[in-house]
Each structure stands twice: as structure tokens, then as C-alpha cells.
Nanobody, 119 residues
Framework: QVQLVESGGGLVQAGGSLRLSCAASGRTFSRYAAGWFRQAPGKERELTAA????????TYADSVKGRFTISRDNAKNTVYLQMNSLKPEDTAVYYC????????????WGQGTQVTVSS
């Protein structure tokens, strides 16, 4: 089992920045790929960004490319999502996830953290 706890959400004005953190515990987290999903009211859950266990490869949704950066520190069992140039449409609950690969980075989920971007 892997336990994931997100932090860093909040209210920010459009154009601002936030950094989400995800602290992991349990099984050897450094061997898992990690990701950030988000879900806005009335919309389907979307994979926003993902990173391999080594951090050597990342993928992003087209909607956040160039604005969001996913990274990890395996020594601290933590994954980050740096979000810049935020837009009102980025408003959502953001979930940290983990899995055996980037293609299946949804085996474990955190409880989510709310991000609200005001216009």
C-alpha cells in the first residue's frame, strides 16, 4: 500500500502560481510512477501530469503544457506540481496518484486538495 497526502492548494488570482506537494508513505514510493489528476465540477477527471519513478520522463496534458511542472524528490518521498500562469479553468480538486508506470499511474490516490483561481 501507498498512502498519499496532498497539500498546497488554495485560492489564487489568475496569473498567479501555486505549488502542490504530495507526501507519500508505505511501500517504496521511489519505485512508483506518480501523477496529478484534477476534477472540476461537472467535468471528467483529467490526468494533468505524470512522472516516471526516476523522474527521467514527464508527460503533461495539452491544457497545462508550458505552465505546469511535475517533479519529485525520492529522498523525501514527495512529488510536486508547480503551477504557473494559472487560469480560472484550472480551478479543480487536484489528486496525487501513484502506480507501476506512467500509463497506469492511478492505483493509489490521495484525498485531494482544492485549487481555486479567481478571475
Amino acid at each position: 500500500q501507498v498512502q498519499l497526502v496532498e497539500s498546497g492548494g488554495g485560492l489564487v488570482q489568475a496569473g498567479g502560481s501555486l505549488r502542490l506537494s504530495c507526501a507519500a508513505s508505505g511501500r517504496t514510493f521511489s519505485r512508483y510512477a506518480a501523477g496529478w489528476f484534477r476534477q472540476a465540477p461537472g467535468k471528467e477527471r483529467e490526468l494533468t501530469a505524470a512522472i516516471t519513478w526516476s523522474g527521467g520522463r514527464t508527460t503533461y496534458a495539452d491544457s497545462v503544457k508550458g505552465r505546469f511542472t511535475i517533479s519529485r524528490d525520492n529522498a523525501k518521498n514527495t512529488v510536486y506540481l508547480q503551477m504557473n500562469s494559472l487560469k480560472p479553468e484550472d480551478t479543480a480538486v487536484y489528486y496525487c496518484t501513484a502506480g507501476p508506470s506512467v500509463a497506469r499511474v492511478y492505483d493509489y490516490w490521495g484525498q485531494g486538495t482544492q485549487v481555486t483561481v479567481s478571475s
